[in-house]
């Protein structure tokens, strides 16, 4: 079994910063693409940043030039760095990842719970 764990989630004001970590834990084999989604009330859930495994990253146009995602193959991790906040970045956010679990060939999509991120003065 793997499960993805969120952390960082938290109320900043617009402008701040925040910072997000998912770390994978279980029997894992090898992880693919990680991302991070988001999703607020009466909207579908949304592609904040993806990366690849190599490190390749795109960005939902919303957040280019203020979000950075990165990634840590060697401890299961990735994080989101998010900076210059704005009130409509307020969601649920989710980490998401492709996973090859030591008893399968193939890649099985795991999901954190997620962690609420508010950015209101």
């Known amino acids: 079994q793997v499960q993805l764990v969120e952390s960082g989630g938290d109320l900043v004001q617009p402008g701040g910063s925040l910072r997000l970590s998912c770390a994978a834990s279980g029997s894992i084999f090898r992880i693919g693409d990680m991302g991070w989604y988001r999703q607020t009330p009466g909207k579908e859930r949304e592609l904040v940043a993806g990366i690849r495994r190599e490190g390749t990253a795109n960005y939902a146009d919303s957040v280019k030039g203020r979000f950075t995602i990165s990634r840590n193959n060697a401890n299961n991790t990735v994080s989101l760095q998010m900076n210059s906040l704005k009130p409509d970045d307020t969601a649920v956010y989710y980490c998401?990842?492709?996973?090859?679990?030591?008893?399968?060939?193939?890649?099985?999509?795991?999901w954190g719970r997620g962690t609420l991120v508010t950015v209101s003065s």
């Open positions: 998401n990842a492709r996973v090859i679990v030591s008893t399968s060939l193939r890649y099985l999509e795991v």
